[in-house]
């Protein structure tokens, strides 16, 4: 190849195409921050590789390289005494003007850089595949395409124009060019291959991007209607009630023009910047990790179910609007019926959301058509977004799976789908959540509110700046690698004439929706707020002075980088007082000065809130408080006898916080934490045994606090248990409710989730699962006594006596 130059006559035009470029297109870059995202390395030359010969979007993506700092493509790469090209188009693009030899440079230019590379092994340029996206509305039934695109330029530049505000510009991970293996005899071979695989991974890109083909809202229904299904379950419904057939089949699709979405790439693109402008106003920012995983089980054809917690109305926005940014489809939504009031139900209708009724039972016509439509969009492609938890969590912690959407996510598979389902768990936090009074009253015996416009206006104009939103994508769980590891006979199930409910069905939906939960919590975000929430409503007060906060949170920092829950949690990089300054600027304290400095206090009120942030990082301190209460509590303990003790607690702390440690992994997880407090003085370890250091006792009193109301929950729970092995599940929860309620009146325990009803449900539960209930007194009493003797000396003298009194009255 000859040696690379730009002319003149190129550099003028190249700067021309720069001005409108400039005036017209603001292009968002998929990922946020490629270089730190993707470990783009700006210190070795890049080869931008292009889907087709396009000026303008060669503009684009120089421009965002100016924007951080890579290394221009239009300079060129410099090896030796050789200049050669910085970029390459690996098609020639559409239009009947369009330079055949495109193709033919792309592969010379690639046979170029193998050759030096297999002359200098020391040479190591890297392939950085990237390309511009000016709108990406998908296709739809019946609608022609064009069959020749004549003035590709013009169309381009009309494009341009009228979509450069809604231009997206995604950058890949760059492949060595030391990576690639090769001999002399088959570089040209090599090239070749490389152009192609180019070529379609460009393709996948753009279909993960635009998504399938928007159907025929009536169509569809008609073959819906006609499937065998739902013409068997509209007969059945025809004879059950004594009415025509016709009739039967009308309500049908009534329940489907009920149910279905109708998305409209316009009210996206329209939602999209409206929410750009309102994110702005309201948060300072929003966070998103671990994106890149998802876009690579959208390229390579996957099904993607999300399953977020649900925190907020404001969840099925915020995911969807993070999706389309980071270059993916946003899902159609399931959405509760309460939600399909005017005007926000139309609008969410064409974001892709589908409603659904909240029980199905009694109703299998409907369960019928909501099933069929159900199976309808995993067949056609969309991807789907379902609340696991079925409601909005009102303490802030995960609650309990609703398993119904997931058990017919399976059964479609057992229709013999051949796409691959995934199901991607998604963890969405604030520092701020909306409806968070709301929930306070609720739990307190207020009725729910029902949701309106005008609630809706009314809390608009309530909202100022909200902290940071967080959206971190967990662990993908492969439907079928799933099965294949629990029901390796799940296959000998598959009929795709009618939805399968085999023996196996239930108890692995239930495995599967417990390892969602968890998979969820592996990936929380740690933020300032709860941080701070955890260790002010970890005070006797309420109140701490301002070093004090500012110390005490760099030791949860410390604890939380040195020995972290998961690779997945993230953990803020900021200072202790950076992070203070931060949550004080969302004017949730009650700052005081003396003489002395700043006191930090929350008021009644405000402490009742605080709970709600605490909780949705509990999971992650429970563990790390529980073990200094043991230390705390015994004043000298050893390692064996703190894993003992944890290890018969753990079970029913894994079962309440959805916490995903197996026997082994809790055991290292002990050690480590152990490790920690030696290391920031907490404690000493002398001969084996653990002790603790008195100057450092407030700050280990604030870290074992976390996790008082937990173990009072088990105490007096057991306590119950100890004066009646044989009392029955329902007297176990209802009595344990009633004595929590009288303790979080006499020691002001202001935790809506303390007496709770689903936290005793799972607690009893777990009991039952773990042997200390069994309604018969079968040989549980030392079992019951062993756990009472760990219990004990962990709670307050003042609080057992409550207990014991209100238990014996």
Known sequence: ?????????????????????????????????????????????????????????????????????LPDPLAGIQVGDQRLPGFIFIDKGPGIFASPKQKQRAIETLETYLKLHQADASLNIQLLPVSVMFGREPDKEGKKKPTLQVLSGTRKFFKMITSGRDCFTRFSKTVSFQKITHTEEDIQALAHKL??????????????????????????????????????????????????????????????????????????????????WAWSRLYQGLKVRNADPVRELAQNGHEIVYAPCHRSHMDYLLLSYVLYRQGLVPPHIAAGINLNFWPAGPIFRRLGAFFIRRSFRGNKLYTAVFREYLAELFIRGYSVEYFIEGGRSRTGRLLDPKTGMLMMTIQTMLRGDPRPITIVPVYIGYEHVLEVATYANELRGAAKQKESLWQTIKAFFKLKKLGYGYVNFGEPVPINQFLNTHVPEWRDSIDPTEPQRPSWLTPTTNQLALELMQKINRSAAVNAMNLCASILLASQHKALTKPLLIEQLGHYLEILRSVPYSNLVTIPERSPEYMFEHARGMDKFIITTDEA?????????????????????????IIPSLIMRLIISHQTITRTQIIEQVQQLFPLIKAELFIYHNDEELVIYINNLIETFIKLSLISETEGSLSVLNNKMVSMQLLSSNANETLQRYTIAISLLRKDPTISRVELEKESRLIAERLSLLHGINAPEFFDKGVFATLVSTLREQGYLNDKDEGIHEKIQSMYDILKPLIPADVMQTIAKIKND
């Not at 190129?10 to 968002?28: E, G, Q």
Request: glycine share 2%; proline share 6%.
């Open 1 to 69: 190849m000859s040696q690379w130059a730009m002319s003149f006559w190129a550099k003028t035009y190249f700067s021309l195409i720069n001005i409108p470029v400039k005036l017209f297109v603001r292009s968002k870059p998929i990922p946020t921050e490629p270089v730190t995202e993707l470990e783009i390395d700006p210190e070795n030359p890049i080869l931008y590789v292009l889907p087709y010969n396009s000026k303008i979007d060669l503009m684009v993506v120089r421009s965002l390289c100016q924007k951080f700092d």
């Open 195 to 276: 152009a192609r695989v180019a070529r379609i991974h460009f393709t996948k890109q753009r279909s993960a991007a635009v998504g399938p083909t928007l159907p025929n809202r009536q169509a569809m229904f008609a073959k819906l209607i006609r499937s065998a299904s739902l013409t068997e379950a509209i007969n059945e419904e025809a004879k059950s009630k004594n009415i025509s057939v016709e009739k039967a089949q009308k309500s049908a699709l009534s329940m489907l023009n009920e149910i279905a979405a109708n998305f409209t790439y316009m009210t996206l693109r329209m939602t999209n910047f409206v929410l750009t």
């Open 597 to 621: 400095g700043e006191i930090i206090s929350l008021s009644p009120e405000q402490a009742v809130l605080m709970t709600y942030y605490r909780n949705n990082i509990q999971h992650l301190m």
